[in-house]
């Protein structure tokens, strides 16, 4: 039965008794109140996948004098967010209060009014900000080494947790007269988001900046793919934490070179885009080429509507060989795991056995390695940090900057849920990705639309052709036409008219949509939903759905009409 305690209402799990008396009588199917240690994984769904620190709850180390307050705070918060936050928040926020009271001798909280409070800030931002090295050292000279380790630096978001944990437990120790309460309420003008800079302003601006730097330079950029390029196919040596030239200790597998995937995943997160947890669970066979000798990668993508879910995406020639060869190459690890993936691992805990690539420690033990080995140094001479991520950052901002692809073709390509998401990564505002959009048409070498005002777009685009000034031009079209990027066009409707009559359909180009217009530049993505379309048609054949074929057949003139308007 404590098994499915996770699924009682919190409230009625962690009710506390009117009477502060009666604390200690407390005993639910997990744990006894008066504990002084609490396990609280039956309350949790999947405990395994938490820390213990979030899964035990331990009041052992906290004085007597204060232990009863901060339990009753933490019960009262267990009945209102989930255990293992109040658990986590508990665990790295205790011993910053109680380093603080012994500091300044005291035994209470009761003596927490407004200027002990902002006191406990100001320690705060002095202790673990502004000089943490300087209480470390001295600590460090004293030979007081575990008591040092407590002086790391933390971030500011991290001490506003800890800061608005404590002003949580003063609250509701004054507002309810919990025993050993302050006798006054904290009153804090500006407030704790505003001390530590996490209101929306600051936190968007921060937001941006992280983003901005998770972008790869261009000559790091550079030197990362021209020395994956050159780097051997497979890694020489055995030290652990790079790849390993395997020999089994067991004798299973004997003479399989270990293969320098570090060179191959780079590569191909490099021009994909692709998360680190795609790349290494692409199968064999996964690149193939289209009936214009196109090349194409199937990969199964995470955070769709459907997950996982297979899609087929564009590559380069140099990343369709390169994957070709990787495929060839680790097909003895193929046969020796049973498993189809190209990427492989090895579990050392289970006898060498060959797993598929972890992902958890990739910067760690293949990517920051790569970094040293080829000597990829930031303007200091340190190795340049770079994480598998970044590639993601990076190849969608190259894409959409440089090299002018639609912002719907790289949503596509990603797969994901909105073009907002996808925003997320290319580092432009929603004026200059509209002005991107546009300037995509200019540069088209044919456009085609359904009604009059798509007409009116296409005159409007070839008289910008022949503007001095592009950019003041494409400031005046955006005032003029409603532009939306679509995977395969864009929508001119104007949303001042109220919502869109075809809202909801599959694809605007099926519709006929008078608002729509597309161009050259969306041809291969026709083209691919044609190919798809073919296969699915033959597919419904033999399984005898006909009126599944009629309606994909219907669908399939349309997208066959217009792939014959963009070539012409």
């Not at 943490?132 to 460090?140: A, I, V, W």
């Not at 505002?429 to 044919?446: D, P």
């Amino acid at each position: 039965m404590s098994a499915l305690l996770y699924e009682l209402e919190p409230s009625i799990a962690f009710a506390l008794p009117q009477d502060d008396n009666d604390l200690n009588s407390i005993v639910n199917k997990a744990f006894a109140y008066k504990d002084d240690i609490w396990d609280i994984s039956p309350f949790i769904k999947n405990p395994k996948s938490y820390s213990n620190s979030s899964r035990v709850m331990k009041f052992e180390d906290i004085p007597l004098t204060i232990r009863p307050l901060v339990k009753q705070h933490c019960y009262y918060e267990l009945g209102r967010m989930k255990p293992q936050s109040v658990a986590g928040k508990l665990s790295t926020s205790k011993t910053k209060l109680l380093m603080f009271m012994n500091e300044f001798r005291l035994h209470t909280l009761e003596s927490f009014d407004t200027e002990r409070f902002l006191q406990y800030l100001a320690w705060l931002r002095d202790t673990y900000i502004t000089q943490p090295e300087l209480k470390r050292d001295t600590l460090l000279k004293q030979g007081k080494e575990e008591e040092a380790k407590k002086y790391k630096p933390l971030g500011e978001k991290s001490l506003y947790d800890t800061s608005l944990w404590l002003k949580k437990l003063l609250d509701n120790a004054t507002n309810f007269q919990w025993k050993g309460s302050p006798k006054e309420t904290i009153h804090l003008e500006p407030n704790l988001l505003f001390m530590w800079n996490q209101t929306s302003k600051a936190l968007s601006q921060k937001k941006k900046e992280r983003r901005e730097a998770r972008l790869i330079p261009n000559s790091i950029w550079e030197k990362i793919i021209n020395s994956a390029r050159e780097e051997s196919k497979y890694q020489l040596g055995n030290a652990r934490g790079t790849i390993y030239e395997l020999v089994y200790r067991n004798g299973q597998a004997k003479g399989i070179k270990a293969i320098n995937f570090a060179k191959y995943i780079i590569l191909i997160q490099a021009f994909t885009g692709l998360r680190i947890s795609e790349v290494t669970n692409l199968k064999s066979g996964c690149v193939f080429k289209d009936k214009k000798e196109r090349k194409w990668l199937r990969r199964e993508t995470s955070k769709t509507v459907l997950e996982p879910q297979e899609g087929d995406i564009r590559i380069p020639t140099e990343i369709f060989e390169a994957i070709k060869e990787v495929d060839k190459l680790s097909e003895d690890y193929r046969i020796t795991s049973n498993l189809n993936n190209l990427f492989f691992g090895v579990n050392f805990a289970k006898h060498n056995e060959i797993t598929i690539l972890p992902t958890s420690n990739w910067n760690f033990k293949y990517l920051n390695p790569f970094m040293k080995r080829n000597n990829i140094c930031d303007e200091n001479g340190e190795p340049y940090k770079v994480r598998s991520h970044d590639f993601r950052h990076t190849f969608a901002s190259k894409l959409v900057n440089e090299w002018n692809v639609p912002l719907a073709v790289l949503t596509r390509h990603y797969g994901h849920l909105s073009m907002e998401m996808t925003m997320h990564y290319v580092h432009l505002s929603k004026e200059k990705l509209l002005k991107k959009a546009i300037e995509g048409f200019t540069e088209a070498s044919k456009i085609i639309a359904n009604g009059e005002v798509g007409e009116s777009f296409i005159k409007v685009i070839n008289e910008a052709k022949t503007e001095d000034n592009l950019e003041d031009f494409i400031e005046k079209l955006t005032s003029s036409f409603g532009v939306t990027s679509l995977p395969f066009g864009a929508c001119l409707y104007d949303y001042r008219r109220g919502h869109c009559p075809n809202l909801g359909v599959q694809s605007c180009w099926e519709t006929g949509c008078s608002s729509f217009t597309t161009s050259d530049k969306f041809l291969p993505n026709f083209e691919h939903e044609a190919d798809i379309l073919e296969s699915q048609i033959a597919r419904d054949k033999v399984l005898g759905k006909v009126v599944e074929v009629k309606k994909k057949k219907v669908k399939q003139g349309k997208i066959v009409k217009i792939i014959g308007n963009l070539s012409a």
